[in-house]
């Protein structure tokens, strides 16, 4: 792994040396317990002091970032996304990292039966593991998108460095006869699909010009599909035995913070279930979330300097090259890899790397899945194996549908509604939840008998307030701004956005509706219902005595 990352930093040094030569009008931008003898128990790496999930954490951000979460990649450096990007770091990302490892550490459970300390919210454990799901069903696509890149670099000369291939249209323009007169009309470089590298990856991976949208998906591509064929089985040995070590704007940027960091998924607090009980969770949620926002701003530097090579290589601006989503790793960094001298090597370590980063990052959620759902089933959890196998041939059998020729749009619903304003909502009933009604003061004092010390006051004023605060606003915001989906030139109709927010409803509504459930399956009355509700399952026996905290001033009071 060391040689491939090494190998990378090269790729980068190069191009970035590239960029710097360009001409002036293109510079380079800078920019109770559980049992730890079972199978599932993580076995700590005693050469770093951090936990699992940080190594999760930021090779989930490595990943996942750079390919489809960070939607505005050419503002990245800019006041527009920056500074909330740092902003919902300071108040939302790291109190809430930090909340998620204290709570999965203390009490030694998934993120469904972690809410014994408040039952009523338990709903949110589920739609955690849901969101989680969701993920799953696409981003395993990705991952064999990029096995099917790997495949296709073994060659003299890679694919997509020419027009003569039985996938290319007519008008694919070679790369080396492209300048600025080829665009007209005010046409980005990015939005040019006629290139070698935009048509291997749209008509020769996808096929998507043989979909006239999502209405007409056609059949899974035999060659993806054993290509994600291939990633659910490695997911699959690598997760059947349990887990072990192993080597607008402001939308946008609190979604980034959330999901580059992990939070709201339920694998922080999967994973932390299996740390030690006094193990610094405080200073894994602060090193942990440090490096993978220094990480994310680094990156931008290889990123920028791709850009900017690329925009001196064809004659354009810088801004006519950025791109979104998977164009940027699919499209433009294969087509710069295509320029280096020993393209074929370069190629095949870029998506070795890519490979690796990816299945690391989604056995990170599938863990939460099998994780939460096993630790509140147990008949689940005595056949783990074979529910770990359930859930991998689940996905894999939901994930063909976007690895047809419109896969692609059913790929972008997933990722617009799939854990959008649903993973937001399901962070402000988190923080709310523990903050509110089990109590920002008695969730401090369970850190203090982890750590031997209680959180700041900034920890606890951001757990209680600041946090939930900005987290409604940006709920409320999203859906006030949203705007029917597209995909390039492609608008989605009518009834595609409706099944997105479906979709993205599925999750939200298991809040309210496990609510409901729960107060109409507890004896007694209205008064006693609520206070079983809402009292830690280990204190029920307070409620018979009347003495019920959550019905005290000084319980909400209380920072």
Avoid at 85 to 90: K, T
Avoid at 392 to 398: D, Q
Avoid at 471 to 478: A, E, G, M, R
Wanted: hydrophobic share 50%; glycine share 6%; proline share 3%.
């Amino acid at each position: 792994m060391f040689f491939i990352q090494a190998s990378l930093i090269l790729i980068e040094l190069f191009l970035t040396k590239q960029a710097v030569q360009c001409n002036k009008n293109y510079p380079l931008l800078v920019p109770q317990s559980r049992d730890l003898s079972e199978p599932t128990v993580i076995k700590h790496d005693t050469s770093y002091n951090c936990f699992i999930a940080s190594r999760v954490v930021i090779t989930r951000e490595r990943k996942m970032q750079p390919i489809q979460r960070l939607q505005c990649l050419f503002t990245v450096f800019s006041g527009a996304f920056l500074i909330p990007y740092i902003l919902f770091l300071i108040i939302a990302g790291m109190p809430l990292f930090y909340m998620e490892l204290a709570l999965g550490q203390y009490n030694r459970e998934g993120a469904a039966t972690v809410w014994k300390i408040c039952p009523v919210f338990k709903g949110v454990g589920y739609a955690v593991i849901l969101i989680a799901l969701y993920v799953g069903f696409y981003y395993n696509v990705i991952i064999a998108w990029s096995l099917y890149y790997l495949f296709s670099s073994f060659t003299f000369e890679l694919p997509w460095t020419n027009c003569h291939n039985s996938w290319n249209s007519p008008n694919c323009t070679d790369p080396k006869l492209f300048n600025a007169s080829v665009l007209g009309n005010g046409t980005k470089y990015s939005k040019y699909k006629l290139t070698p590298a935009a048509e291997f990856y749209e008509r020769g991976v996808l096929h998507l010009h043989e979909s006239r949208g999502i209405h007409d998906l056609g059949l899974p591509r035999w060659q993806l599909s054993l290509c994600l064929l291939v990633v659910v089985i490695i997911l699959f040995f690598s997760l059947w035995k349990g887990v072990k070590t192993s080597g607008k704007v402001w939308i946008d940027a609190a979604t980034q913070i959330f999901y580059s960091l992990g939070a709201g998924f339920g694998v922080l607090i999967a994973f932390a279930s299996y740390n030690k009980f006094d193990n610094n969770c405080y200073r894994d949620a602060l090193l942990t979330s440090t490096i993978n926002c220094v990480t994310s701003f680094i990156s931008g530097f290889a990123i920028f300097s791709i850009l900017g090579y690329m925009a001196h290589e064809h004659k354009v601006k810088i801004e006519d090259v950025a791109t979104e989503g998977a164009g940027l790793v699919f499209i433009l960094y294969p087509e710069a890899i295509s320029t280096l001298s020993g393209s074929t090597f370069w190629a095949v370590v870029f998506f070795i790397m890519l490979l690796t980063l990816g299945i690391d990052s989604s056995m990170g959620g599938m863990e939460a899945v099998i994780t939460g759902l096993a630790d509140d089933f147990h008949l689940l959890k005595q056949h783990r194996k074979l529910f770990t196998f359930g859930v991998s041939f689940g996905t894999f059998l939901l994930a063909l549908f976007c690895i047809t020729n419109g896969g692609i749009y059913v790929l972008t619903l997933l990722d617009t509604f799939a854990a959008g304003t649903s993973i937001l909502f399901a962070v402000l009933m988190e923080a709310i939840g523990v903050s509110w009604f089990y109590g920002v003061d008695r969730f401090s004092e369970d850190i203090q008998q982890m750590m031997g010390f209680k959180p700041g006051l900034y920890w606890r004023l951001c757990w209680k307030f600041v946090s939930p605060a900005f987290l409604l606003f940006v709920v409320i915001v999203s859906i006030i701004n949203f705007k029917p989906l597209t995909y390039d030139d492609y608008t989605f109709p009518l009834w595609a956005n409706r099944i997105g927010w479906g979709i993205a409803l599925s999750s939200m509504i298991l809040v309210p509706a496990y609510i409901i459930y729960k107060f109409m399956n507890v004896r007694g009355t209205f008064k006693e219902r609520l206070a079983y509700c809402i009292t830690p399952e280990n204190e029920h026996q307070l409620v018979a005595q009347g003495n019920v905290r959550q019905f005290k001033l000084q319980h909400w009071l209380t920072i």
